[in-house]
């Protein structure tokens, strides 16, 4: 059989990257020849997460059609924010822990998705549903994935799952996982060496809704006034993008991963139906969102109804 | 919590059935609080195995969002298949083994697709997973529904897992799996009291496809000539049929459970297309398909590339 490229979404973050790498191995086991893959740069918090359980990063690329004719997608399934030419090759596998939207195909195939707060979650069931042992390393990664997409645990979309999950992976790890979560998601916050452009396009995603596009960046920080105060240098690089994309509205969301608070940046002819979705008003562009760190379960659903009408 | 219905598709089979009744089981033991509904009549094949296992036919509805806000599918995903109002509630979950079209959701949801012969060979691992016993009487109406999906493990769809569930169900079940089945298959491929309008509606599905909209029925028979020597008939019918629905092709399938070959009526503007799509011409509008059991793996797959260009 031939090669087959294990994937997870553009803008990668560590549920992503990990959870390429942790499929792509339990498949290999299984007896398929396959290769973990990225879309997009690894960052900070990802970084930290490889360099400490000493593992590479995937290979980078941006198509996929040209070396295989089946891929399979991890952490995303909408065709946007996977590789520019996934039309072209038949998906194969979807292992994904967010809304269904934008894919479809012509054959069936095994689509696991479940609403928990990570792919990592769902992975560890896979390995044990076909008595695959995971490599201390490979938990890790997984474990990493887990306190990333749950701010360790305090993100509500963070299940009894997740937490349960968690648990064992940090014990074939060997790390505690508040110590080592809290040192990951700090070293994720550092934004002192990333350029503008780097800032809204780090962890950003797009999405459609009743044909309208818009696009959600958001950035973790200790501090979210480090990163409001470039609101003036980041108006009109986000302008640009929306004008370049064709986009509607563009959210681009600073979470304070300590206090567990959002303040967002909004721009775009849409940008007032996203604050009444919020049912508040756009201060200078500005929107607070007290409570809110969840893109996939506290934004893009509000977004999304408000759009539908 | 508010009741969930659970309901597979319109036009409903063996396994739409029998999985509607088992996963609404399942849930139940699992502390939700489900009633199995269907959106249409019981064929023949199901009422057997229904009146075989001492089991009701779940209760008829054609909307849903009248009495819940929420709902899971089963066998089935796109939306064209399902009950008319299902944009008005929320899908919670989907069990189902066909490809996926036309299906999103606003939020992340529990999609179980799997690339097997039959819903409930997926619907027997939840159980295993759940740690829940399989009443005798819902084993018999699972194991049913794999012996239809696979035309008694003869159908290319079926699989080694397949094969594997349906043991294990007939022995709870306590009956022998061949001779039940053959029973089951000629109980539903007596034609003798269907209505012409029976015939094209009772296992009936619409596809879209780059545009264009198609319909496949579907009739098990002993004798195809049986249902072909009404062709004169059924050409009008199924004329109607494209008109009133304005689809582009309509593909009338009667395929022989002996010999395991089919014989198909094809009508609607894109018949040559279809034709050409299988190497072959019509003649006097009917396409022989030798070897062609499989609506979803021997049919859809090569009209909808034919369609995709």
Known sequence: MSKVLVLGHKNPDTDTIASAIA??????????????????????????ALD???????????RVSEEVKQVIL????????????????????VVDHHRISNFETADPLYFRAEPVGCTATILLKLYKENSVEIPQEIAGLMLSAIISD???????TCTDQDIQAAKELAEIAGVDA?????????????????????????????????????????????????????????EPLLERTIADKGLD???????DILNSNSTALVL???????????RTELQDNRLEMPGVVSRKKQIIPVITEAFKG
């Open 23 to 48: 499929y792509a191995y339990l498949k290999e086991k299984m007896g398929m020849d396959t290769e973990a893959v990225r879309l997009g740069e690894i960052n900070n918090e990802t970084a930290y």
């Open 52 to 62: 400490k359980f000493g593992y590479g990063a995937p290979r980078l690329v941006s």
């Open 74 to 93: 991890v952490d995303h399934n909408e065709r946007q924010q996977s590789a520019d030419d996934i039309q072209e090759v038949q998906v194969i596998e």
């Open 150 to 156: 749950s701010l360790l645990f305090k993100s509500p």
């Open 178 to 234: 508040e110590d080592y979560g809290l040192a990951m998601l700090k070293a994720g916050a550092d934004l002192s060496n990333k350029t503008l452009e780097e800032l809204i396009s780090l962890d950003s995603k797009e999405f459609e809704a009743a044909g309208k596009r818009f696009e959600v960046a958001q950035v973790n920080a200790i501090d979210t006034d480090d990163v409001m105060n470039r609101q003036k240098e980041l």
């Open 249 to 255: 509205l563009f959210v681009f969301v600073a979470t």
């Open 268 to 278: 775009g002819k849409e940008a007032d139906t996203a604050a009444q979705a919020f």
